[in-house]
C-alpha cells in the first residue's frame, strides 16, 4: 500500500498556478548577479529580511587577495537597516573559526544552538529555543535550512556542504513572508562563492590531530564573456579520536568529500542563470556515546558493557556492534533573476537525493540493548520565486509563491536482543512518508513620514502529510510470531493556515534605528518514524503555531567602526512540538513526539562589534539570555505514560538560560611585506534539556577556548595558519538521555584538536 495525495487541488494551489503563470512573462530571463563580496572585517551583523529603502553607491572594501571573500559596505549597511535580527558569518570567519560543519556554527551565534543526536548524521538546531528536538531524522524542524537558496527539509542534507562558502546568515523569529518555507523559530542560510568574470582560485591543504588531513579548493574559469565556471571541493580524511576500551578500535574517524560545480550564464545585461550541481558523501566511523552506569545497573564488573562513571573523555565501549556510516547524495539547483527599472525577478529550484545506511550504537554499550540501522532514501524538491520592486519611493513590496515536495522511504531497525533476552530481539519500522507545501507570500514597508517606516506580511501556507508503515516483530519475541505487526498507521493529514507580521522601525539618525514587530509563525504537523511497540507513539502530531513579540535597536557608527544592536523578544506556543521519554508495551522505555499544550519563551540578545577602531584590532562579543517554560504540565502522550512527568513551569529543551562569545583579532605588520594575525576566541553555553520526561537528558555548561596564529605577504597571496580548537581539553556533556535500559548515555565534546593550514590563492 501506499499513501496517495487527494487529486483535486485546494483553492490555493489554483491561485498558485495562476500566479505561476502571471509570472512567467517576467521570468523569460534573469539578471546578471556577479560574485558576492564580504567586508574585510568579517564582523557579526544583524538584518532582517525588509528591504531597504534606498542602497547607497556601493563602495567596495579593499582586499588582500584575489579570492579573499569581502562585503561591499552599501550591503553591511542594508543588513544593519533590518528590522529584525539576522546574524551573519563571513567565510573568511568559517576559516578562521576553523567551522567544518553546520552545526559549528551554533557556538559563534547568539541564541542558537546544534548538537549530533546519535552518530552525528542528524544534527539537531534550535533558534531562541524554537527546534525540534527529533534524533529519527524524518522530521523539519522550526527552522527553515537554505543552501543556496534552495530549501533543505531534513537534517541529513545539511551534511557536507560547508567549504568554499561565501556567507551564513541566521535570520531570527517566524520567517516565510519573503521567502521560502513557514517557519516559526527562523532560517539559516548558507551561500557558496558564485562564479566570476575572473580567473582565480585557491588551493587549501591542512593537517590537524588524530592524522587528520584536509584539502579544499576551487577554481573560477570564464569560459566565454557570458558564461562562468567555479568548481569547488572539500575532502577530510582522519582517524578516530575515541578508544574502546576493550577491542582498541577508533571511532569517530572522518571520510568526508564535497564537491560543487556552478556555472552562470550571463544572458544579457539584466539578466542570468545559475546551474548549480552538487554531490556529498560520508563513509567516517561514527562516534559512540558513553554508557556510565551500564554496569552497576547489571551488577558486572566496570567495562563489561559500558565504560563507568570515571572513563577518559574518549573511552568508549562498542564492542563487537558493527557501528558504521554510508552516505550519499547530490543534486541539481537552478537559480535565475531578472532585474527591471522597478523591481527584481528571483526564481530558485532544486531537487536533491540522498541515501544513508548507519549503523549507531545508540546506548553506548557493547551488547544490543537499543542500537540503531538507519537505511532510508530521500527524494527533496522546491520552487520559490518572487518579485521585489519599489513604488512611489514610498512602498517595498515583495510577493511570491513557496513549493516543495519530498518522499523518505526507509527501514530503521532497533536491535534489543540483549534487553528482550533473544538473539532475534530486533524491532523495525517499515515506512513511506510524503510530504507537500506550499505557500503564498506577500511582504511591504510603506515609509509613513521622514524616518519612520510600517511594516506589513502576510502568508497562506498550505500543508499535507502521508505516513504508510509501522513497527514490525523482526524475531517474534513479543508476539511469538516473527514479522507480526507491532505497530501500523496509515494516515494523511492536511492543513491550512494564515500568519501575518506588522512592526514599526524608525530611524532616529542614519545608522541608529529602533523597530518593533509582531508576528505568528506556523510548522506542520510531524509523525514520530521509530521502531516503537505502540501504535500510539507513530501517531500525528498536530501543528506548532507561535505568536511572537520582538523590539530592538541597532547603531552604526564613525563609518562602521562601531556596530551596536541589541533585541528583547516574547514567543508563545501553542502546541509546541517535542521529544517525550515514554513507557511502551513490552517494558520498553523509548523517545517518542508529543505536543505541549502551551509553553512560552522570554530573553534578550546583545552584540557588538569594534573594527579597526584601534588600528588593526577586531573586537565582538555577544550574549544571550533564554527563559524557556512550559506553561501546560504533561503527563502522557497518546496515552504512554511518561518517564518522568513534566510539570508545568518547566524548563523547555535547547534553551540554555545564558550563552555568549567573543572573539578578538589583531594585525602585526611583521616587515615590509609580511603580515602577521593572531586570534582568540571564547564560546560557552548554559546547560539545557535535551528532552522532557528524562532525568538524564540534560547537558554540562560547555566552553570551549581557540587561537589561531597566521601569516603571510600582505598581498594575499599565500598564508600560513596554526591553531587550536578547545584550548583547555574541556569534555563536557553535549547530548545526553536514558538509554533503553534506563541507564544513562552521553556524549561528550570533541577534545583539544591542533593543526596547520596552508593556502595558496591564484
Known sequence: MRVVFRSRPPRHALFTASLLCAASPIATAAAA??????????????????????????????????????????????????????NTLSGRQLEQFHIVSPKEIAAFVPGVTAVNAVSGSTPIFSIRGIGLDDYIGTNMGGIGIYQDGVFAPYPVLYNGQMYDVQTVSVEKGPQGFEYGRSTTGGSINVESVKPSSKFGGFLNWGYSSYNTNTGKGAINVPITDHIFNRFSFSYIKGDGWQHDINTHKLYGAQDILGLRNQTRFDLDDRSSLLLNIHYTRDRGTPMSPQDTNADQMNNVPVGTYGVGPNARNNAVNVGSNRASRDENGGGVGLNFTRRFDWGTFTSATGIDFYRRSNYDNYDGESVNVGDYHWNDTYIVQSHDMHLRTTIADRLHLTVGVFESYDKINGAYTSYRSYLLDSPN??????????????????????????????????????????????????????????????????????YERWTGKVGLRYTIVPGTL??????????????????????????YVRPENLIAYEVGAKTSLFHDKVILEGSLFDYEYHNR?????????????????????????????????????????DLNGSFAYLDGRSISSVNNIAGLPLLSNVDAHSALPFAPRFSWSA????????????????????????????????????????????MRLEVGPKTGKWTAAVYVDNMLNKHGNTYSYTGSDNSRVQYLQTPRWVGCDLRYNF
Not at 528591504?51 to 556601493?58: C, S
Not at 559596505?73 to 535580527?85: C, D, G, K, V
Not at 510531524?526 to 507513530?538: C, D, K, R
Not at 522505555?589 to 519563551?601: D, F, H, K, N
Open 33 to 86: 548577479t556577479g560574485q558576492g563580496k564580504n567586508s574585510t572585517h568579517p564582523a557579526t551583523v544583524s538584518h532582517s529580511a525588509q528591504p531597504a529603502k534606498k542602497a547607497p553607491r556601493t563602495r567596495v572594501a579593499a582586499k588582500a587577495d584575489p579570492e579573499a571573500i569581502t562585503v561591499t559596505s552599501s550591503r553591511t549597511r542594508r543588513f544593519h537597516q533590518m528590522a529584525n535580527t539576522v
Open 425 to 494: 530481539g530486533t524491532l523495525t519500522d517499515h515506512f513511506v512518508q510524503q510530504n507537500l507545501s506550499t505557500g503564498l507570500y506577500v511582504n511591504t514597508v510603506t515609509n509613513i513620514v521622514k524616518g519612520l517606516d510600517f511594516i506589513a506580511g502576510g502568508r497562506l501556507s498550505y500543508d499535507e502529510r502521508g505516513f504508510h508503515g509501522g513497527t514490525h516483530d523482526d524475531g517474534g519475541v513479543l508476539t511469538g510470531v516473527p514479522g507480526s505487526s507491532l505497530s501500523y498507521l496509515n494516515s494523511n493529514h492536511t
Open 514 to 539: 529602533v523597530y518593533g514587530t509582531i508576528s505568528n509563525g506556523y510548522k506542520a504537523g510531524s509523525y514520530f518514524a521509530g521502531p516503537v511497540s505502540s501504535p500510539s507513539a507513530l501517531d
Open 577 to 617: 512540538q517535542t521529544l517525550f521519554v515514554a513507557e511502551m508495551p513490552g517494558n520498553i522505555t523509548s523517545l517518542s513526539l508529543g505536543p505541549i499544550p502551551r509553553a512560552r519563551t522570554r530573553g534578550g540578545e546583545l552584540s557588538g562589534t569594534l573594527h579597526n577602531l584601534v588600528p588593526n584590532l
Open 663 to 706: 572573539y578578538a583579532r589583531y594585525g602585526i605588520n611583521v616587515t615590509r611585506d609580511y603580515r602577521a594575525t593572531v586570534q582568540v576566541n571564547y564560546t560557552w553555553k548554559d546547560n539545557m534539556l535535551v528532552a522532557l520526561g528524562d532525568p538524564n537528558g540534560q547537558t554540562s555548561k560547555i566552553s570551549s577556548m581557540g
